[in-house]
């Protein structure tokens, strides 16, 4: 079946400027995160959504950046003001939620964020 | 001190060859753990899960040391299909839950 899909699979934009940043998960996924990987680091977890819940925001960098879920589906990350330092690149996962601390997350390809 | 730690490499082993990395986690709340592989510019995909029991598919074998707090991946009769930056992963629960990838493991395989 289908994988989990991100779009664009590469944006370059001027700082300053907003950028929105697309995840279509694996359909009947409901857990959904959104994780940044700078060239040559680890991923660094961003947030999470799980069905209904109120997202898990505690990685997200500034108020900068959110996210939303809609129908609990596809996914939008938005960077407001972009700077030089959002450039990496942005990686979206989901999993099946039956147990959150034993499953197996499926990424996507990524979104390389280029600031310019 | 990182939650998770991992040494960067380079390895650089012959085919052939067994290999073994070694991760810390630094946080007893950490309940699941998981080795993920990610091939240069491609996103991560799970190689295995690590239980407490330790476990084996094919070729690669993963521990978990809750006393020492630290898992290991041991990969034997390695192949060049086999390099690739190898990423430590520990889910913990400490009010929340968390996901932590560690900075991952370069492996080079050469004929």
């Known amino acids: 079946g289908a994988g989990v899909s991100q779009s664009p699979s590469n944006k370059v934009t001027e700082k300053g400027k907003d950028v929105e940043l697309r995840c279509d998960p694996i359909s009947g996924h409901t857990a959904l995160y959104w994780y940044r990987q700078s060239l040559g680091q680890g991923l660094e977890f961003l947030i999470y959504f799980q069905g209904n819940s109120a997202p898990d925001k505690s990685g997200l960098p500034s108020d900068r950046f959110s996210a939303e879920r809609t129908g609990g589906s596809v996914s939008t990350l938005t960077i407001q003001r972009t700077q030089q330092e959002d450039s990496a690149v942005y990686l979206c996962a989901s999993s099946t939620p039956a147990n959150r601390d034993s499953y197996e997350q499926y990424f996507g390809p990524g979104t390389r964020l280029t600031v310019t | 001190r990182k939650e998770v730690e991992q040494d960067p490499g380079p390895f650089n082993v012959p085919e052939g060859a067994t290999v073994a990395f070694n991760c810390t986690y630094s946080?007893?709340?950490?309940?699941?753990f998981f080795w993920y592989r990610q091939d240069c510019r491609k996103e991560p995909k799970l190689l295995m899960s690590?239980?407490?029991s330790g476990n084996e598919d094919g070729r690669f074998t993963a521990q978990l040391n809750r006393a020492s707090q630290y898992i290991s991946l041991l990969i034997r009769d390695s192949k060049l299909s086999d390099s690739a930056t190898y990423l430590c992963v520990v889910n913990l629960r400490t009010g929340g839950f968390k996901t932590i990838f560690g900075a991952g493991t370069r492996l080079f395989v050469k004929a």
């Open positions: 690590v239980y407490s």
């Open positions: 946080n007893s709340a950490s309940q699941s």
